[in-house]
Structure formats: structure tokens, C-alpha cells
């Protein structure tokens, strides 16, 4: 299985700062046949279900926000939030899914308010 | 407007079983692939089983033999059999339909229902 990794545990940024999350898989999720990272992030905000923000490591999904942006590849990857928001308090989540369909989840990264 | 509805959840002894189902509106259930994923309390994500368009059916280590994943066509529903339930299988059971375009990927989530397993 490839596991998956997160740091920070938590962290808590100003209103308007900038907000990083690192990401590290145990093997490559960078597919060589097409140069697709096979990488997604997801936001979870308290007693909601998660919301998918990024694939293929940096593209947006329809709907989110440009502050949410990602990076990376091979093994490790970045969310980045531009400007923290109020409403992006949550925990976020990366995923691969380069062992579909054996996919797994980090364990998380909480944002808060500083 | 897709949406996804979970129900079946509730408080089941060691050993036991339980079915979950999840009523999709908006859109074709046997057309997407659909997982079940679930999230213990406090904890993280765990993806659980995964039925694709064509009928395959897959599951995580932690389940197989146990869990059985199906749905109806006719009722555009999803099923999760869970049988010989343990305490670690205590957890929020979401219902979710995969990407379109992006095998693997979860694009819409149901609200989840939680399963307790306790004598």
C-alpha cells in the first residue's frame, strides 16, 4: 500500500496569511506514461462531509476558490491557501489514487485561526 | 443536482450485521464508479470498497471477506453489506460517487451514517 504522510499536525495562521501544507506519499504517484501526479486534496469542515478541491496535484476543481492552489510531484506535494479565510477552517486531506482502486488518505492537517 | 443519501447506520453487537444503503438522485448510479469510505471518530479517512460501471467490485484488506459491495439499478441505490462487525469498524459511512474523468478521485459525498459496533 502506499502510505501516505502530513505535516503539519495542525496549524493556526492570521486572517489573510498564508496557510501551507506539505504532503509526502511512500512511492512515486508521478504516472510516466502521461506526467500525471495522481495526487487530490480534500477539505472537511467540522460535521460536513468532505469536499474535493484539487487533482492531478494542481488542478482546481470547478467551483474552489483560486487562494487553493497545489504543487509538487513524484512524492512530495503542497497545498497552499493564499489568504486564509474564515470559511477555510477544516481539516485537509491529500489522497492518492495512483493504486486505484486501493486508494488511501493522509491523516490529516488541521487549520484554525490564529 | 446530485445527491446521496445514507441510511441503515445505528448501534450493532460484535459479530453482527448490518446493510447501508445510499439513494442516489441526479444522476445514474450503474454509470459511475461509487465507494463507500469511511472516517472513525476523531480519526481520518478509510477508503472501504469501490463497485465500478461494469460491475467489478474491490475492497480494502481491512474488510474483504466481510463487507460485500452491490446496488440496484432499479431503485438507483447503493448497498454496503457488513458482516462479523468488529469495534474497529465503529465509524461514519459515506456513500460517494467517483470523478467522471478521474478514476479514483471522490467528486460528491453523501451527509454519512454512523455505525457503531459495542456489546
Known amino acids: 500500500d502506499i502510505v501516505m504522510t502530513q505535516s503539519p499536525d495542525s496549524l493556526a495562521v492570521s486572517l489573510g496569511e498564508r496557510a501551507t501544507i506539505n504532503c509526502k506519499s511512500s512511492?512515486?504517484?508521478?504516472?510516466?506514461?502521461?506526467?500525471?501526479?495522481?495526487l487530490a486534496w480534500y477539505q472537511q469542515k467540522p460535521g460536513q462531509p468532505p469536499k474535493l478541491l484539487i487533482y492531478?496535484?494542481?488542478t482546481r476543481e470547478s467551483g474552489v476558490p483560486d487562494r487553493f492552489s497545489g504543487s509538487g510531484s513524484g512524492t512530495d506535494f503542497t497545498l497552499t491557501i493564499s489568504s486564509l479565510q474564515a470559511e477555510d477552517v477544516a481539516v485537509y486531506y491529500c489522497?492518492?489514487?495512483?493504486?486505484?482502486?486501493?486508494?488511501?488518505f493522509g491523516p490529516g492537517t488541521k487549520v484554525d485561526i490564529k | 443536482e446530485v445527491q446521496l443519501v445514507e441510511s441503515g447506520g445505528g448501534l450493532v453487537q460484535p459479530g453482527g450485521s448490518l446493510r447501508l444503503s445510499c439513494a442516489a438522485s441526479?444522476?445514474?448510479?450503474?454509470?459511475?464508479?461509487m465507494s463507500w469510505v469511511r472516517q472513525a471518530p476523531g480519526k481520518g479517512l478509510e477508503w472501504v470498497s469501490v463497485?465500478?460501471?461494469?460491475?467489478?467490485?474491490y475492497y480494502a484488506d481491512s474488510v474483504k471477506g466481510r463487507f460485500t459491495i452491490s446496488r440496484d439499478n432499479s431503485k438507483n441505490t447503493l448497498y454496503l453489506q457488513m458482516n462479523s462487525l468488529r469495534a474497529e469498524d465503529t465509524a461514519v459511512y459515506y456513500c460517494?460517487?467517483?470523478?467522471?474523468?478521474?478514476?479514483?478521485?471522490?467528486?460528491?459525498w453523501g451527509q454519512g451514517t454512523l455505525v457503531t459496533v459495542s456489546s
Open positions: 460517494a460517487r467517483g470523478a467522471t474523468m478521474v478514476r479514483g478521485v471522490i467528486s460528491y
Open positions: 441526479g444522476f445514474t448510479v450503474s454509470s459511475n464508479y
Open positions: 463497485i465500478y460501471s461494469g460491475g467489478s467490485t
Open positions: 512511492q512515486s504517484v508521478l504516472y510516466s506514461s502521461n506526467n500525471k501526479n495522481y
Open positions: 492531478w496535484a494542481s
Open positions: 489522497q492518492q489514487y495512483y493504486s486505484t482502486p486501493q486508494v488511501t
